[in-house]
């Protein structure tokens, strides 16, 4: 089946440094989207990135989609505390009609 | 509006019992999906309704599992017999269109002893 990996698994920062979280298919994507996740929370929708090579803003936060539209990447500048959770990304492709999550990035920052 | 609505949000089970999961959609959005996430495995799709209809129960671990939705504003999940590997958060979403952003409840934490 299809498989969709996020690395790292696992990131600790510094709060001001920043961070980059990637998400990998092993196939073309129709689009995909960003949830974040606190502790003890549930997913909470970030942002939806349909057009190979799209990239979107938001506040400190840029989502980026490949060129080959295989691939994506999530970027926070100067991080903080209130950044911390499990970033996952979601894929949908035409063959599966249907999101598959990824395997989640969390992210710890340190004040 | 008060988003999506899941009951209950704690439930501990002995082994072989029944378990029912309830969820309310947001008012209007057609799509409806039941998720269950573990540290092993994740955030897992389960099954997924469009207008009421389940579309894909490709993620229904075996036949202990199945959902319903009778009408527009509710879905169960129901596990019978219920085991210790089912054990985990289950997650109900719902969204405008099968393609468009989800929003999830909070949750339901089931133990199973």
């Known amino acids: 089946g299809q498989q969709v990996m996020q690395i790292p698994q696992y990131q600790h920062v510094q709060e001001g440094e920043d961070f980059t979280t990637y998400c990998n298919s092993s196939t073309t994507l129709s689009n995909i989207q960003w949830y974040k996740q606190r502790p003890g929370g549930h997913p909470v929708f970030l942002i939806q990135?349909?057009?190979?090579?799209e990239v979107k803003k938001q506040k400190r936060l840029t989502f980026q989609f490949g060129e080959a539209k295989k691939n994506s990447s999530l970027h926070i500048t100067a991080t903080q505390t209130t950044d911390v959770g499990t970033y996952f990304c979601a894929v949908f492709t035409s063959g599966t009609y249907k999101y598959i999550f990824g395997t989640g990035t969390r992210l710890k920052v340190l004040a | 509006d008060a988003g999506v609505i899941q009951s209950p949000r704690h439930e501990v089970t002995e082994m072989g019992q029944e378990v029912t999961l309830r969820c309310k959609p947001i008012?209007?959005?057609?799509?409806l999906f039941w998720y269950r996430q573990t540290m092993m495995r994740g955030l897992e799709l389960l099954i997924y309704?469009?207008?009421?209809?389940?579309?894909?129960d490709s993620g229904m671990p075996e036949d202990r599992f199945s959902a319903k939705m009778p009408n527009a504003s509710f879905s169960t999940l129901k596990i019978q017999p219920s085991e210790p590997r089912d054990s985990a958060v289950y997650f109900c979403?719902?969204?405008?269109?099968?393609?468009?952003?989800?929003?999830f409840g909070p949750g339901t934490r089931l133990t199973v002893t």
């Open positions: 979403a719902s969204s405008l269109t099968s393609e468009g952003e989800q929003y």
């Open positions: 008012s209007g959005h057609n799509s």
């Open positions: 990135l349909v057009k190979s090579g």
């Open positions: 309704f469009n207008n009421n209809v389940p579309i894909d």
